[in-house]
C-alpha cells in the first residue's frame, strides 16, 4: 500500500460514454498527477495539480477533463473516448512539484470499444 | 525528447544472480530515480540518486549515475523470484519527470 488509492480498478465503456476516474491520497501530499501507460511506450504525464491548482496540461485532448477539489483527491472526467485511449491510467501524489519521490496508486485499467 | 531509456528491454536471470539494467537519458538533471512496477500495478519508489552523487546503496540495490555518460545503472543482487518486475528510471529535468520504458525483470526460481 503506497497511501494512494484509484478507482475503479478496471473499467470498460463505450466510445459514446462518460465516466470518471477517482484517485485518493491519505499522506498529505500537495501535488497529484495523472500519467497515462500504454504498451511498449514510456509513461506519459498528463496532468499535474499543486495545491488544488492546474499547473501541467500535456497537450491531452479535451475528451480527458481533470478535476482537483481539494488536495487529497483528484477525478479524471471522460468522455467520447477513442480505442487508442485504451492504457492503464495512473495517479500518483508527492510532497512537491519537483525533486520529490512520487507515490503512485494502482490504476485504473481502461478499455475503450 | 528528454525521456530516459532502459537497457535491456528485458531480461531473465536464475535466482541467486545478479540483474544489471542502465538507463540513458538526454538532458541535464536534477536527480534520477529508479521505481518498480509489478505487472497491472502502480509503480515503487526504490531509490533516488543526485546529480551530484556518484554511487548509493539501498539493501540489495546499487544505483550508479554517471552524468558525463548520461547514464545510469540499477544493480540488484543475489536475486529473488519476487524480483520480478519491471524497472523504470525516471529523470527530473526541470519541474517535469520523464520515465524510460522500462527493463522487464524476470527471475526464475
Known amino acids: 500500500e503506497t497511501g494512494v488509492t484509484q478507482t475503479p480498478r478496471h473499467l470498460v465503456m463505450g466510445m459514446t460514454n462518460k465516466k470518471s476516474l477517482k484517485c485518493e491520497q491519505h499522506?498529505?501530499?500537495?501535488?497529484m498527477y495523472w500519467y497515462k501507460q500504454s504498451a511498449k511506450k514510456p509513461l506519459e504525464l498528463m496532468f499535474v495539480?499543486?495545491?488544488?491548482?492546474?499547473?501541467e496540461n500535456n497537450s491531452v485532448p479535451s475528451r480527458f477533463s481533470p478535476e482537483c477539489p481539494n488536495s487529497s483527491h483528484l477525478f479524471l472526467h471522460l468522455h467520447t473516448l477513442q480505442p487508442e485511449d485504451s492504457a492503464l491510467y495512473l495517479c500518483?501524489?508527492?510532497?512537491?512539484?519537483?525533486?520529490?519521490?512520487?507515490?503512485f496508486g494502482p490504476g485504473t485499467r481502461l478499455l475503450v470499444l | 525528447s528528454q525521456q530516459g531509456e532502459e537497457d535491456p528491454q528485458a531480461l531473465s536471470i536464475q535466482e541467486g544472480e545478479n540483474a544489471t539494467m542502465n538507463c540513458s537519458y538526454k538532458?541535464?538533471?536534477?536527480?534520477l530515480q529508479w521505481y518498480r512496477q509489478n505487472s497491472g500495478r502502480g509503480l515503487v519508489h526504490l531509490i533516488l540518486?543526485?546529480?551530484?552523487?556518484r554511487e548509493k546503496h539501498s539493501g540489495r540495490l546499487r544505483v550508479t549515475l554517471d552524468t558525463s555518460k548520461k547514464s545510469s545503472s540499477l544493480l540488484i543482487t543475489a536475486s529473488r523470484a519476487a524480483d520480478t518486475a519491471s524497472y523504470f528510471c525516471?529523470?527530473?529535468?526541470?519541474?517535469?519527470?520523464?520515465f524510460g520504458t522500462g527493463t522487464s525483470l524476470t527471475v526464475i526460481p
Open positions: 540518486i543526485r546529480s551530484n552523487e
Open positions: 495539480y499543486n495545491f488544488k491548482e492546474q499547473t
Open positions: 538532458t541535464s538533471i536534477n536527480n
Open positions: 499522506l498529505g501530499h500537495n501535488a
Open positions: 525516471a529523470t527530473l529535468a526541470g519541474n517535469q519527470f520523464y
Open positions: 500518483a501524489s508527492s510532497q512537491g512539484t519537483s525533486q520529490e519521490t512520487q507515490y
